[in-house]
């Protein structure tokens, strides 16, 4: 009765009261609403100045709990409107933890770098965030004392060459960095302790991770001489980890092609004879480098569990190269695809698949939220929201979906202008890579 009887009350007050009185009342809660949503964003932001600001202190636990939070919001946010306003600062101060923290702070504040620039995306920040980075990351690589505190830095090198890289130099640059990690012999004052699996795993991922955004025409020809004999090699190594990121990384470097680059020395001589001569040994010792992944993969690709093996990571590894074989034999990608939230994500290249593997093990709790609404990510898998559709445009064909799968989509926006204008120049010196094609 009490209830019914204040139900007859609230109503006879609303039919008492005139249309301005209730359009009042619903421009008061309105406006209620908007402040809340502007207290909360308010207070987010708030909470990253205290973390900032936090990383000024002389204690090292306390700044690790700082970059904690800052990798939280950045994972549950895309956090432009910060990284608009303390970008240099976050950077300088990361960078700081990298040169003086313990292991653990220079894996977080790696991790931080890493968000910061996927959150700005490319362009200006992205490439001053690779500039500054580069020196501070390479010398704290020098020292291999913690595997997860190098995982975390090729990690960081690897995400901030891939948005903030203008040009394939500055690429190979960061891809030799991963490579000395694990071949010191190329460096100078680089320990020679023995890689462990772990590290090997996380060079390979994050060195196949960049190549996914060269052509084969861009690579240094002396750069990588021997690297398909090393990764075959590593496919005759105990730790499953480090077979499967092998593998893949085998099957990107014959999806791009320009085998001579990865095979062997490459020698050549004045004399026309000579050269054709080398020409035919080289292509017998790519034929033969073939031949022996080709057998490798096919053995991986039944092995029978033995006592002690995981049947979980037996199956990923048979499962990984089956389609490796499938690829090498008979030419065809894997091809998966996912829905998250409005969007339809799809892979059909080597490249895309090693990218997004790389980037959601990078991103972790916040991938779904980054590809949901990280601009720079949809123009790097070819996505569009739904919402920014008309109706007739939802349902995409399969030949538009392969359109936007090409290796070459990878590349952003920032990269574009500069690649087509080194196409135009390779044509004049008649390397017969790429002939016409629209430019710029």
């Known amino acids: 009765m009490g209830r019914r009887s204040s139900q007859r009350r609230n109503a006879a007050m609303l039919d008492s009261d005139d249309t ?65 306003k303390k970008f240099a600062t976050l950077l300088q101060l990361c960078l700081s933890s990298i040169r003086r923290g313990s292991s653990k702070e220079i894996a977080l504040a790696s991790h931080v770098i890493g968000l910061l620039s996927l959150t700005a995306g490319p362009g200006d920040k992205a490439h001053e965030i690779l500039e500054e980075s580069v020196k501070p990351i390479s010398v704290a690589l020098k020292s291999r004392s913690d595997n997860s505190k190098i995982s975390s830095l090729l990690e960081c090198l690897a995400i901030i060459t891939f948005v903030g890289g203008k040009d394939p130099e500055e690429t190979e640059e960061s891809m030799q960095l991963m490579w000395q990690v694990i071949n010191p012999k190329l460096g100078p004052n680089v320990a020679t302790a023995k890689p462990s699996p772990a590290m090997i795993t996380a060079v390979v991922s994050s060195w196949s991770f ?36 092998a593998g893949e990384t085998l099957a990107l470097v014959f999806e791009v092609g320009s085998l001579e680059k990865f095979s062997g020395e490459s020698k050549g001589s004045g004399d026309s ?3 054709e001569t080398n020409k035919s040994r080289e292509l017998l010792h790519i034929q033969g480098l073939r031949a022996k992944v080709l057998n490798q993969v096919r053995t991986l690709s039944a092995e029978a569990g033995g006592k002690g093996s995981a049947k979980k990571d037996l199956n990923n590894q048979r499962n990984t190269f089956r389609d490796i074989l499938e690829f090498l034999e008979d030419g065809y990608s894997p091809e998966t695809s996912a829905k998250i939230g ?80 080194q196409r135009m120049l390779s044509q004049d010196k008649n390397v017969g890579y790429y002939a016409g094609g629209d430019e710029l």
Not at 67 to 72: G, K, P, Q, T, Y
Not at 218 to 243: A, C, H, M
Not at 348 to 357: D, E, G, K, M, V
Not at 360 to 370: M, N, P
């Open 342 to 421: 409005g969007l339809l994500l799809s892979t059909s290249t080597w490249a895309n698949l090693i990218q997004l593997n790389f980037l959601k093990h990078f991103l972790g709790g916040g991938f779904v939220k980054h590809m949901q609404e990280n601009e720079f990510l949809h123009d790097v898998f070819g996505l569009t929201p739904k919402k920014n559709l008309p109706a007739s445009q939802h349902r995409v064909s399969g030949t538009d979906k392969r359109m936007y799968k090409s290796p070459n989509s990878i590349l952003n926006k920032a990269r574009t202008q500069f690649l087509n204008k």
């Open 20 to 84: 301005d009185s209730v359009s009042s009342s619903s421009t008061t809660r309105s406006d209620m609403m908007l402040s809340g949503l502007e207290e909360v964003q308010f207070d987010k932001e708030t909470v990253l100045d205290q973390c900032v600001d936090a990383l000024y202190e002389k204690r090292g636990s306390t700044r690790e709990k700082a970059l904690a939070s800052i990798i939280e919001a950045f994972n549950s946010n895309i956090q432009h409107e910060f990284v608009e």
């Open 210 to 245: 960049l190549l996914t955004t060269m052509d084969g025409w861009t690579l240094n020809p002396k750069s990588w001489q021997g690297s398909i004999s090393y990764f075959s090699n590593l496919l005759d190594k105990e730790d499953r980890s480090v077979r499967i990121a």
């Open 273 to 275: 004879s000579t050269d």
